[in-house]
């Protein structure tokens, strides 16, 4: 990964946090966390819910649209860190749920940002 790439997939996170925030009220637990199993870009509470989030931000869909960019390698990933995490802050009885934020940077510079609540299913037998 280049250093303009990034430095391009940080100021991402920092839009999808104030997005999150401003538009449907998450409360940020985490950003950046990371353990032995890999990284989540944000932890957040949306009510009672544990939301693990991945950004994917983009300048062109030539390589596909966030959702498109989540391997099934990837989702096993999120699903070990998701539930180390859940484990080690004593979690274990709350439901948890994997959100995308998808952000397209358009050639006017114009940002779009998609969610896509519950982005796919954490399967314990990938634990």
Known sequence: MTFETNQFGQK????AV?????????????KNFRNQFGE???IAQDKETICFIEVKS???????SGLEAISSQKKKQ???VALSY???NHKDDIYARFDIVSIQIDSD?????????NAFELVLDQW
């Open 109 to 117: 510079h114009q940002i779009r940002f998609e969610i896509i609540k």
């Open 12 to 15: 991402g996170e920092v839009a």
């Open 86 to 88: 859940l484990n080690l």
């Open 58 to 64: 983009r300048q062109s869909l030539s390589y596909g």
């Open 40 to 42: 989540i870009d944000i």
């Open 78 to 80: 999120l699903t070990r």
């Open 18 to 30: 104030d997005f999150l925030v401003k538009q449907y009220g998450y409360k940020i637990l985490e």
